[in-house]
T-cell receptor
Framework: SQTIHQWPATLVQPVGSPLSLECTVE??????LYWYRQAAGRGLQLLFYSVGIGQISSEVPQNLSASRPQDRQFILSSKKLLLSDSGFYLC????????????FGPGTRLTVL | AQSVSQHNHHVILSEAASLELGCNYSYGGTVNLFWYVQYPGQHLQLLLKYFSGDPLVKGIKGFEAEFIKSKFSFNLRKPSVQWSDTAEYFC??????????????FGSGTQLTVLP
């Protein structure tokens, strides 16, 4: 069966520091991968999605970037964190095809101080 | 662009009460509809989904949802809630051109609190 991992589970970082959040999927090949941010009372906002290695689409302009160095690895990064980057970050995967259902990881709680 | 509205931000019910959570979406084309649930301290997980066919969809734990195309709605229902149903519920819409990584648009969520 497929599983999705995210780490770290929680992270506290100072403003201006770099960020790297990792997401890996097991048990499937060539998944679509997604990064979301969940803000209290505002649901989930799609940040990036990827349909293959090196293929990244950004949904909103922001201080973050994403990369997909391997088929089942998706990384969310920042060179310099802002206070507004604090939030709960969720990675998700889906089977490539139509229609697809997305399955979510456990998330990373990021606090920028 | 598609959007999803969940008008109830916080619902408080007693055990055995009936539940209906509203979800309306805006998108003129073919949509796939989802309800996700996030129990305290747990992953966001799929409750049920609608792709096509019977507009009344049954999901896990006794939940069901009805797709009413004319009303652009996909309301979630459960005849009798339990304390363990306390969670946050998210409606989501998936639309876009075939073959793309179809993106989910989420509602803002409804926090359900069931009192024992």
């Amino acid at each position: 069966s497929q599983t999705i991992h995210q780490w770290p589970a929680t992270l506290v970082q100072p403003v201006g520091s770099p960020l790297s959040l990792e997401c890996t999927v097991e048990g499937t090949s060539n998944p679509n991968l997604y990064w979301y941010r969940q803000a209290a009372g505002r649901g989930l906002q799609l940040l990036f999605y990827s349909v293959g290695i090196g293929q990244i689409s950004s949904e909103v302009p922001q201080n973050l970037s994403a990369s997909r160095p391997q088929d089942r690895q998706f990384i969310l990064s920042s060179k310099k964190l802002l206070l507004s980057d604090s939030g709960f970050y969720l990675c998700a995967w889906s089977v490539a095809g139509v229609p697809d259902t997305q399955y979510f990881g456990p998330g990373t709680r990021l606090t920028v101080l | 662009a598609q959007s999803v509205s969940q008008h109830n931000h916080h619902v408080i019910l007693s055990e055995a009460a009936s539940l209906e959570l509203g979800c309306n979406y805006s998108y003129g084309g073919t949509v796939n509809l989802f309800w996700y649930v996030q129990y305290p301290g747990q992953h966001l997980q799929l409750l049920l989904k609608y792709f096509s066919g019977d507009p009344l969809v049954k999901g896990i734990k006794g939940f069901e949802a009805e797709f009413i195309k004319s009303k652009f709605s996909f309301n979630l229902r459960k005849p009798s809630v339990q304390w363990s149903d306390t969670a946050e519920y998210f409606c989501a819409v998936n639309a876009g051109p075939s073959g793309s990584a179809r993106q989910l648009t989420f509602g803002s969520g409804t926090q359900l609190t069931v009192l024992p």
